[in-house]
């Protein structure tokens, strides 16, 4: 029985308690205005269709929305343009070095080799050792001044 009891209450829903009417124009009434749809006024404006037009027709050429602006290419184009040649000035530098120049930059690499090593075993050494060699270059400065 309350099955039949819920089948009653949506027939009465759908037949009378149905709050969407349909509109007297629909009938055929000849009496009656019909009513025109209203224009949305961001589709009426001059500067949406000309967007619109614009979207249609980059879509028909198979330009895609993400594809970036004609400026933001060109800047693009122009940095990797100039890296390339900042990198072909650097390889043509490299290939113009002299023997000579190439010696010096070899030494100059071992020198600050060399001198890290160094600075390394100096952190390494007891603080009286430091304080030592401090004590003596300050001596040799002052005796120097003093012969001066």
């Not at 025109?36 to 027709?57: I, Y």
């Not at 800047?75 to 000579?100: C, G, M, T």
């Amino acid at each position: 029985i309350p099955v039949s009891m819920y089948t009653e209450i949506q027939r009465e829903r759908l037949d009378g308690g149905n709050i969407l009417t349909h509109p007297d124009y629909i009938d055929g009434n000849p009496d009656l205005i019909k009513p025109k749809k209203l224009l949305n006024p961001v589709k009426a404006s001059k500067s949406h269709q000309e967007l619109h037009r614009e979207l249609l027709m980059n879509h028909k050429r198979g330009l895609g929305v993400e594809s970036k602006p004609e400026l933001q290419r060109v800047l693009e184009h122009r940095r990797r343009n100039q890296f390339i040649k900042q990198k072909k000035e650097e390889e043509e530098a490299k290939k113009l070095q002299s023997p000579f120049e190439k010696e010096l930059l070899k030494r100059h690499q071992r020198l600050d080799q060399l001198e890290k090593e160094q600075e390394k075993q100096e952190d390494h050494a007891p603080e009286f050792i430091k304080v030592k060699e401090n004590l003596r270059r300050t001596s040799t400065v002052i005796g120097d001044e003093k012969a001066a």
